[in-house]
């Protein structure tokens, strides 16, 4: 069966210190990957996806990046947080057909 | 138009209730849809897929109406458990979900 890992769970970080935070799924190949934030009580926000090795579309310009390294690998990064980065950090999983998306355990960014 | 619109609540309804909630989508070309939960600071995770008319499971029916463009989630005889934020997305791939409506059942 397919699982996905996600971690850290909690994060606190200075503001200008960079991050890494990493995601990796199991049991499947070639699969869509996601990176969503959710602020405190509002909605999911994408912010990268990936179809491929190496193949990264960016919805939100900001200091965050994403790399995939690997077919079942997704990290997103940044060189200096920002205070208002800041929330729930959520990596996602989809086959290519038209099935549903199966979301990671999360991590929660503080950035003081 | 938002791609995406759902009344964020939230809705306090007794136990045992019906309740129904309703999301607009803009996209004309979206042939699946989707129904998530998610309880406080956790992951959403998939209730139900829509890929025609409508799918049923146990005490949740969703429907999709493609002429105006909203697919509706119905609960029956709401449980405590049912509390939660109900979060939709159309399309193949997960660009847009909605914020969510948040449900809460009191006893």
């Known amino acids: 069966s397919q699982t996905i890992h996600q971690w850290p769970a909690t994060l606190v970080q200075p503001v200008g210190s960079p991050l890494s935070l990493e995601c990796t799924v199991e049991g499947t190949s070639n699969p869509n990957l996601y990176w969503y934030r959710q602020a405190a009580g509002r909605g999911l926000q994408l912010l990268f996806y990936s179809v491929g090795i190496g193949q990264i579309s960016s919805e939100v310009p900001q200091n965050l990046s994403a790399s995939r390294p690997q077919d079942r690998q997704f990290i997103l990064s940044s060189k200096k947080l920002l205070l208002s980065d800041s929330g729930f950090y959520l990596c996602?999983?989809?086959?290519?057909?038209?099935?549903?998306?199966?979301f990671g355990s999360g991590t929660r960014l503080t950035v003081v | 138009r938002k791609e995406v619109e759902q009344d964020p609540g939230p809705f306090n309804v007794p136990e045992g209730a019906t309740v129904a909630f309703n999301c607009t989508y803009s996209?004309?070309?979206?042939?699946?849809f989707f129904w998530y939960r998610q309880d406080c600071r956790k992951e959403p995770k998939l209730l139900m897929s829509?890929?025609?008319s409508g799918n049923e499971d146990g005490r949740f029916t969703a429907q999709l109406n493609r002429a105006s463009q909203y697919i509706s989630l119905l609960i029956r005889d709401s449980k405590l458990s049912d509390s939660a934020t109900y979060l939709c997305?159309?399309?193949?791939?997960?660009?847009?979900f909605g914020s969510g409506t948040r449900l809460q059942v009191q006893p």
């Open positions: 829509v890929y025609s």
């Open positions: 997305v159309p399309g193949r791939r997960a660009l847009t």
């Open positions: 996209n004309s070309a979206s042939q699946s």
């Open positions: 996602a999983w989809s086959s290519a057909g038209d099935g549903g998306y199966t």
